[in-house]
């Protein structure tokens, strides 16, 4: 009988990593629920902002973009927050530590500058790369997509975050890419298979049944809280993979080194 969870030691293929990935999630969800339930409804939050469709006329139309505008910064600092908190907690399962809701939040405080600038850098890569023939906009939003683990896990700096995390994807690209693929289209049916259930049953022929709003967005929610957390399981056993291929095995630790790492560390870096 396996254990519920125990670090994988040797790279693995990706049948392998998927079965880890969600073992991963089933052992770590409970204590991760808190924060991708804040995320999804942080993300609905935002789609109050967002300008009606419906609306022509000009002015109202100016005046909710500025107000998207306005708020998109803050927003997108509060998703990194959340996002770090929640990288962390799977971690601590992933590495088998013993951290407490409040190192989580701290560490993931600490890292919200660094990760939200390195972030800003990706898209802007990822922009001119799609302008520049589409490709290699593609290849690099594959091969530079672990830079917040690297920065969360790794201390790295930005730039070499997203240096370092180019340098282990490059030779495994289409593993990385079948990886995000699959994580990516369990994501988007998790969420839009109970999503068009829930609507059709709320829809009649003469338009949205009372409470049709109501329980489409709290359908998103649950579906967004259970999808969010597979998908970065699978994002942190693929980075996991990627850095047992591509570095060298650590000395074995003596019995001395593994009592102190046993215990609850309160140190910056979260693999020390």
């Known amino acids: ?4 969870w125990t670090t994988p030691q040797q790279a693995q293929d990706t049948g392998e990593l998927l079965d880890s990935a969600f073992r991963l999630f089933k052992h770590s969800l409970p204590s991760v629920l808190p924060f991708s339930f804040a995320i999804a409804l942080f993300n609905q939050l935002l789609s109050l902002f967002l300008p009606d469709a419906q609306v022509t006329d000009e002015t109202q139309m100016q005046a909710a973009l500025e107000t998207l505008s306005i708020l998109l910064w803050p927003f997108m600092l509060g998703m990194i927050f959340l996002t770090n908190a929640m990288l962390y907690q799977i971690g601590a399962v992933l590495y088998q530590r013993q951290l407490s809701r409040g190192q989580i939040l701290r560490f993931a405080l600490q890292k919200l500058l660094p990760v939200f600038a390195a972030a ?3 898209a802007v890569i990822i922009f001119f790369g ?3 023939f589409i490709l290699p906009g593609i290849i690099l939003s594959v091969s530079l997509f672990f830079y917040q683990q690297e920065i969360l896990f790794e201390n790295r700096t930005i730039l070499n975050a997203l ?3 180019h340098q282990r994807s490059w030779r495994y690209w289409w593993r990385v890419s ?3 693929g699959v994580a990516l289209m369990l994501m988007l049916a998790v969420n839009l298979i109970p999503l068009t259930i829930v609507g059709s049953l709320f829809y009649t022929a003469s338009g949205p049944a009372t409470g049709f709003h109501t329980a489409v967005t709290l359908t998103s929610i649950v579906c967004s809280s259970l999808a969010t957390p597979y998908f970065y399981a699978v994002v942190m056993v693929t980075w996991h993979d990627l850095k047992l291929r591509t570095e060298p095995p650590p000395a074995k630790p003596s ?3 593994q009592d102190s790492k ?3 560390s309160d140190s910056d870096d979260f693999l020390a």
């Not at 009988?1 to 519920?4: E, F, Q, W």
């Open 178 to 180: 079948i990886m995000l």
């Open 130 to 132: 799609l302008m520049a």
């Open 1 to 4: 009988m396996k254990p519920l």
């Open 163 to 165: 240096l370092v995390s």
């Open 255 to 257: 019995e001395e080194n």
């Open 262 to 264: 046993s215990t609850t």
């Open 120 to 122: 800003v850098i990706y």
